[in-house]
Every structure is written in C-alpha cells, then in structure tokens.
C-alpha cells in the first residue's frame, strides 16, 4: 500500500519542458500518430496545437503537412485537393480514409439484414426502396467502385453518387420517407419536406454543379438525375443497357472531367453522365 501510495504521489512532469524541446524532436515524434491522434494531440498540448511564433502552422499540423507530403501519391493529391480552410490535419485524415476499403456507412429505410461484413448489404423486401450509402466524400480526380449484384427476385437496383450528407439526420423514416427511401426521385413536387431537408445541408463543397444525386436504373439502363428541387430528370446515353438478373456493375467518376462512365460485366458500355 505505501508503494502503491508512493508512486500516486510523484508529480506529473512539468509541461513547460516540451518548449525546451527540438522542435525538429517534437516533429519526428508527432509523425508516429494518426490524424486522428494528432488533432487529439493538438486539442491536449499547447505546445503542439498552437503555431510557434512566426509560422503559420502548428507542430501538429505541421507533421500532417510533412505526412501528407511525403507519403500521398500523385494520383492521391488529385483527389485531395485541399478545401478552403481546410486544416493539414483534416487533409492528411482524407488521405487516410481515401486508402480505407469502401463500406457502406449509413443504411436509411427497412428490409436490410444484419449488415456481416462492412461491404456487403442484404436487401430482402421486394417493392420497397431502401438505400445504402458510402460516407467516403470524394472531391477530385478518378474513382471507380464496381458492384457485384445479385438479384434472387427481379428486383431493380439504382446505383450512383450523391452528395455527402445524411438521408436519416432529422428525417423521420416512417412520418417523411413513408418507409421507402430513395433519394433520386425527391422533388419539390415529391416529398417537398425531404427535398428542403437534403438541400439544406448543402456546404461550400457542393461546388457549382446542381446535380446532388445521379445513378443508373438498371430496369431499364436510364440514368436518373436530381437537383432535388425541380422534377427528376431522365439522361438518354449512347450504350445504355439494363441489367437482368445478377451481374457486375463498374462506376467511374471522373471529377476533373465531369463524367460518370458505366461498366456492365466488365465491359464499358459508355459515358452515362457527362458535363451539361
């Protein structure tokens, strides 16, 4: 006990140490940390989370910059361009989740099974719209995700992109959505409550364009569009084919050129979406 007692008792070290401290020291230590671990870091130390005399950044943010630079691809930095106001820290935290397997983040209606593996969803009531989304963000250059679907009854999947935001926060799923939630046929015409509610978590990030919510519609191949303001618009494309019964479908975004290119089976069937 008197052990025990004595070890309780020693005084923390004093803080005012780390200011005695190589900052170049300070910096190679803070690189061992994740950007989750440096913005803790930063929040919990002075020295640290607050830029030295004359710098513009902090020791923190510092080591994200150092990080990022030294570790991320040049393919990697055209899709991380920084956002305005954006932190090292917040920047070199993209590059981590950019390099995370994709997963489904948020399932928004009914009918889904017991989601087993982060990537995988189980759809089981037949008629009813439910929707699974990813809570990567993505802001520039190339992504491609591909789809293995299988279709035990003849359901229809639409698969897309849409902005980063969240189809449950302050939507009710049975008042608003009526229990079927699918946000690419939202309009001021249709469910005008959940069309406010989508744009209203509109950010400086949404960029220009004014369209929030883009897929294919395997029924048929069409692909649908919406600014969830006006009415749902359908995009004729060159190469537009459906999917019948189970298959692989590819998605590539590319940002910097303004295209949503389709894939069926592995094979390129054409630009779906293009600039306007």
């Known amino acids: 006990m ?30 061992y940390l994740d950007a989750d671990g440096l913005a803790r870091l930063g929040r919990a130390s002075a020295a640290f989370g607050t ?3 004359g710098q513009q950044r902090s020791l923190a943010n510092e080591a994200a910059h150092q990080l990022f630079r030294r570790n991320a691809t ?19 935290r993209a590059l981590e989740q950019l390099r995370e ?11 889904f099974s ?11 009531h037949l008629g009813d719209w439910s929707t699974a989304v990813s809570g990567y ?21 639409q698969l897309g992109v849409i902005r980063p935001l969240s189809l449950t926060d302050d939507i009710d799923l049975e008042a608003e959505w009526g229990g079927r939630v699918n946000p690419v046929f939202v309009s001021s015409s ?20 004014d369209i929030h919510c883009c897929g294919y519609y395997s029924f048929d191949g069409r692909c649908h569009g919406t600014d969830w303001d006006t ?3 359908n995009y004729e494309w060159v190469g537009r084919e459906g999917l019948e019964g189970s298959g692989t479908i590819g998605l590539l975004l590319d940002l910097d050129e303004g295209t949503l290119s389709l894939f069926k089976n592995h094979r390129r069937l054409g630009v779906m979406k293009g600039v306007d």
């Open 231 to 233: 009415k749902l618009t």
């Open 2 to 31: 008197q052990l025990r007692d004595s070890k309780r008792a020693k005084p923390l070290p004093d803080p005012t140490l780390l200011e005695a401290l190589d900052s170049d020291l300070l910096l190679r230590c803070a690189s």
């Open 114 to 124: 017991l989601q087993e593996h982060p990537a995988r969803v189980t759809h089981k």
């Open 51 to 53: 830029p030295p005399a």
């Open 190 to 209: 249709h469910k005008p409550a959940e069309a406010e509610k989508l744009r209203s978590q509109r950010t400086a990030k949404w960029g220009d364009s």
């Open 74 to 92: 040049d393919e990697e930095r055209r899709c991380l361009p920084k956002h305005d106001g954006e932190s090292d820290i917040g920047l070199y």
């Open 101 to 111: 397997p994709l997963s489904f983040d948020e399932l928004a209606g009914t009918g």
């Open 137 to 157: 963000a993505m802001r520039g250059g190339r992504h491609f995700v591909e789809f293995a679907i299988t279709k035990v009854d003849q359901g229809i999947v």
